[in-house]
């Protein structure tokens, strides 16, 4: 169902391409430039208050990684509790079949409109489109998702998915999709967010949410946000959907204490979040009298399945390795084609879609200098550059005998000899005939491949090695 893949956009471009445009578009990356520079200063500020912050991450990392090793009984464990609470628990494959559920219970609820709190589960199976198919109209309250839901656009960022927009976009987007007049003053555009969402609270009755967390021995669900608009839609809507990744656990409420210091400091540079909310099956005569909770699998157990990969999996969504990551500064987070982008979605991407022969899967792995500056923040200490370049391996496995490993396994033969490289060098130098102001822009086939987007500077007349052997004597 609906009109986008799983986890990434229909029809969407691979990397380089879309990348180039990115980098071609100078607004699109003054703003970015400036929001991630600021909301990377700031994060550094609220984490080097912390003298404890390394043992922290440490310990996310070790809650997770329990997780993931016994997610089975734990998953168990949370559908037992959330039942005995009064809620209802759905397991979904996929993406299709958690579209189905909120669908069905969205028709069984009697309604054509849904309130939404701001999910990363929920565009990953692209179910606003699902919904909008069946008949169903998916309302977006978190601001930034108002924002680019309004503007007919795709979010940019895993926390602030208008990031790429400035006010003065906002205001134009505003004033064409609300019929309003309003400057581009950041309070007065809250204000008509405001005014605008205010009635949808107060009338739809079923709300969908992600989970940020799970409880498994209470069977409680956590959702962390800035606004207010998640507190609106978790408490007034009489049915509550929640959409959650099936590695979302934590096994008690002592673990949560743990993210519950990482994740503001790591996403908003906040040192306690402004609202958390916390709900625990159904309450009679408090907050909504229906609750289901679709645990989503979509990829996830095969990328359990891989020893290096699975570190993905501890991921908390907190957005810090997008804002240090210098490819996402300068190209932004829709060139990447996926739900997930920066480095986070450059190695979760291509598990949850499981085919490395996808055009897509296969480049994103790419998308990266390798760095490590998104290591270095992550608050659950996902080793990225390692599981990019294990997915780089796949890729170039899934690809087979190709050109380019022809060249690459003749590179390495010529390489293995001392006399062949010379050789190899002399015969190279006479490139340097073709080249133009010290460049060689164009190259016959094989070698127009690579030409075709980059140049290469012209190969001196007399390499080192002959230098040496003249000068200093063999």
Known sequence: MGTRNPVTWL??????????????????????????????????????????????????EAIKNDVLSRLDTLLVQLEEAVTARGGVVHWARDAA??????????????????????????????????????????????????????????????????????????????????????????????????????????????????????????????????EGNGRMCLTLPETLITVMGIEKLVPTWQDLEVFLQ??????????MNPY?????????????????????????????????????LRCIRCSACLNVCPVYERTGGKSYGSVYPGPIGAILTPQLVGDMHDPLSASLPYASSLCGACFEVCPVRIDIPQVLTHLRAEAVEAKGRTAESIAM???????????????AQKLGSLARFI????????????????????????????????????????
């Not at 980098?23 to 080097?48: F, S």
């Not at 033969?413 to 050789?423: G, I, N």
């Open 276 to 312: 958390t909310s916390v709900w625990t099956g159904v309450t009679p005569g408090d907050g909504p009298s229906s609750f289901h909770l679709i645990l989503l699998d979509n990829g996830r157990t095969a990328t359990l399945a891989d020893s290096v990969g699975r570190q993905a």
């Open 435 to 474: 080249a133009r102001d010290g460049r060689i822009t164009s190259l016959p086939w094989p070698g127009s491949k690579w030409t075709s987007s980059r140049d290469v500077p012209a190969p001196p007349a007399e390499s080192f090695r002959s230098w040496w052997r003249k000068n200093r004597g063999s």
């Open 97 to 226: 079949e958690a579209n189905e559920i909120v669908l069905r219970l969205a028709r069984e609820a009697g309604t054509d409109e849904v309130v939404k709190v701001k999910s990363m589960a929920t565009a990953e199976i692209g179910l606003n489109e699902a919904l909008e198919a069946g008949g169903v109209k998916a309302i977006e309250t978190d601001l930034a998702e108002l924002i680019v839901q309004l503007g007919d656009d795709r979010p940019s960022h895993i926390l602030v998915p208008a990031i790429h927009r400035n006010r003065s976009e906002i205001r134009d987007i505003f004033q064409r999709r609300m019929g309003i007049s309003v400057s581009d003053e950041p309070a007065e555009l809250a204000e008509a967010a405001r005014r605008y969402l205010r009635q949808k609270f107060l009338t739809t009755r079923v709300a969908v949410s992600g989970a940020n967390f799970a409880v498994a021995d209470t069977g409680s669900i956590v959702v962390l946000e800035s």
């Open 409 to 423: 396994a003749a590179a390495a033969w010529v390489f293995a000899s001392a006399s062949r490289y010379e050789r």
């Open 262 to 271: 990482l994740l503001p400091r790591s996403s908003t540079a906040e040192r």
């Open 11 to 60: 029809g969407s471009p691979t990397f380089p391409k879309a990348a180039r445009e990115a980098l071609a578009d100078t607004q699109l990356r003054q703003n970015l430039r400036k929001a991630t520079g600021t909301i990377r200063g700031r994060r550094a500020a609220a984490v080097a208050e912390m003298t404890d912050w390394e043992n922290l991450r440490l310990a996310g």
